[in-house]
């Protein structure tokens, strides 16, 4: 089966919120891993997809449509945009879960919401639709209203627009609260200095699924490029990675 593509929101590499977000979930997306590893227990589902918050949820792309041409429409999105301060987070349950979530509701107009509406809309046409099994398994995993089952069969996702909410998942699911409590303390605890640092939205990161069940891995981080450099006509890729010298010998080349 063909791969399936993600545009995740990630925190810089210099932040201290994306060390610890890859140290709970037990790996570094950006690294080469040999065979898969083992995540920490209760967060196997996050640990598979990488320490994120979704923009473009995993898609594959349409027939006849070349992965080369996918990330430059990717980073053609990110030039327009310009880095810009995001929501404070804090520890707390989402559902039977716990996730990163914003200490104060965002407005629509911040943003970070049109940043998430942009990628949705913008990058579409490169999506394949979804196929039965995948529509039946995304109405399968969780209950999902008439507007949801709308919006899955529209965008391919159906916490998308106006439904969709800034998050970086923590856990897996859990049916006991007592356990959801006693991970939530502990996440509070070795999640505390990294919130504490305010984090800004400076890339798109790009995301891949090879094969179905195989932990995602980081293909590139396309900058949000300054207000300056918005009529400097270059495509060049910038990673921070490769100017600090210590580029991810697993990130796949462009």
């Known amino acids: 089966m063909a791969p399936r593509y993600a545009v995740y929101l990630t925190p810089d590499p210099a932040h201290p919120l994306w060390s610890a977000g890859c140290e709970w979930l037990g790996r570094h997306p950006f690294e080469t891993e040999g065979g898969a590893p083992i995540p920490p227990v209760g967060r196997s589902q996050p640990g598979r997809y990488g320490f994120h918050a979704t923009l473009k949820a995993p898609m594959r792309l349409a027939p006849g449509l070349k992965v080369e041409d996918w990330l430059q429409a990717v980073q053609a999105l990110a030039d327009t945009w310009e880095p810009f301060d995001c929501p404070a987070l804090r520890v707390s349950r989402l559902g039977d879960s716990l996730a990163l979530r914003p200490e104060e509701p965002v407005s629509p107009d911040h943003p970070l919401w049109r940043l998430a509406r942009a990628c949705v809309t913008d990058l579409d046409a490169w999506r394949a639709p979804l196929s039965e099994s995948e529509w039946a398994y995304r109405c399968a995993k969780t209950s999902l209203d008439d507007e949801q089952r709308a919006l899955l069969l529209r965008w391919g996702y159906p916490h998308v627009l106006h439904r969709w909410h800034w998050h970086f998942t923590l856990t897996d699911r859990a049916s006991d609260r007592a356990q959801l409590a006693i991970w939530q303390q502990v996440a509070q605890r070795h999640f505390a200095h990294a919130l504490d640092t305010p984090m ?38 910038q990673n921070p990675w490769q100017r600090a010298g210590t580029a991810p010998v697993g990130a796949v080349p462009v």
């Open 200 to 237: 800004r939205a400076t890339a798109l990161s790009v995301f891949v699924e090879e094969s179905p069940g195989q932990p995602l891995q980081a293909v590139q981080r396309f900058v949000l490029r300054p207000r300056s450099s918005v009529d400097t006509p270059t495509l060049e890729v």
